[in-house]
């Protein structure tokens, strides 16, 4: 069986009440999320965060132990940047402002809802990919902007993965899996192995938004993906058993994308 193109936003919870660890594992779960592991004590979030693929961190402020939690999100994010959200029962001004040094994603006071801490989860992925943004001169695309579109939908990029929404979570897309991108009227659906993707929004603009990722235009309403291409002519491109258009206009930048011997 194949292995699906598409992986579930990660999160790491770090929290020494073990019933409220599992609930928020149950409900975060039910929502689509992957859940990297728990961890009562700072080490162990630590040590799991080394290990693990972590998108993001849901820390408890008043862990047991040496490291309370923002002491330990100082040190996850010490060792690779990662969006955080606190959880706490204080609401006292030392504690926000301790908390605020550390600039987290969100600060959430207990008892969290499952509608909260969805949205601060969807807001921490979406701020943390503009603040990973490299800076460019003023006439480049962004390479890692937000694009709004059905339902509040937000195209997020970190590194060579892009995050799509679908439903109430977002879908992590690996680029070396993305095929094609297929245009019609205002939408375009991104075309994975075994998943589309249908976004309310151009071709053109979309590609502009993942500009430095892999796709070139090879017709009016495709563009493919170089990394996947396995064999093409004056008149078609072919990729995982799909037979893409080759447009006149655009076959010569199509071809200068291969170094020739």
């Not at 999100?73 to 940047?81: G, I």
């Not at 590194?159 to 297929?182: A, H, M, P, T, W």
């Not at 291409?229 to 072919?238: P, T, W």
């Amino acid at each position: 069986m194949e292995a699906t193109s598409v992986q579930p936003v990660t999160i790491l919870i770090v929290e020494d009440e073990a019933i409220l660890a599992l609930d928020l594992c149950v409900k975060l779960e039910q929502e689509g999320y992957s859940i990297a592991g728990t961890a009562s004590t700072g080490h162990r979030a630590l040590a799991l965060f080394q290990q693990e693929t972590v998108d993001i961190v849901i820390c408890d402020i008043n862990l047991k132990g040496d490291w309370n939690g923002i002491e330990t999100a100082r040190q996850m994010v010490a060792h690779r940047p990662v969006p955080v959200i606190y959880l706490s029962a204080l609401t006292d001004r030392g504690t926000l402002e301790q908390a605020k040094v550390t600039m987290p994603a969100a600060y959430l006071t207990k008892p969290v809802t499952i509608d909260n801490l969805r949205i601060a989860i969807e807001i921490a992925l979406s701020n943390f990919a503009v603040r990973s943004t490299p800076e460019k001169s003023e006439s480049a695309p962004p390479a890692i902007p937000t694009n709004q579109v059905r339902d509040g939908e937000t195209i997020l990029q970190i590194g060579d993965n892009i995050f799509l929404k679908q439903n109430y979570y977002f879908v992590r897309i690996y680029q070396s899996e993305l095929l094609y991108i297929e245009a019609e009227d205002k939408y375009t659906t991104v075309v994975t192995p075994d998943r589309k993707f249908v976004l309310r929004i151009s071709l053109a603009v979309l590609l502009q938004r993942l500009s430095n990722l892999s796709f070139v235009r090879v017709h009016r309403s495709y563009a493919v993906n170089l990394l996947r291409v396995e064999a093409f002519n004056d008149y078609e491109v072919q990729i995982a058993g799909h037979v893409i258009p080759l447009g006149r206009v655009y076959k010569d930048e199509f071809i200068q994308h291969f170094l020739m011997r």
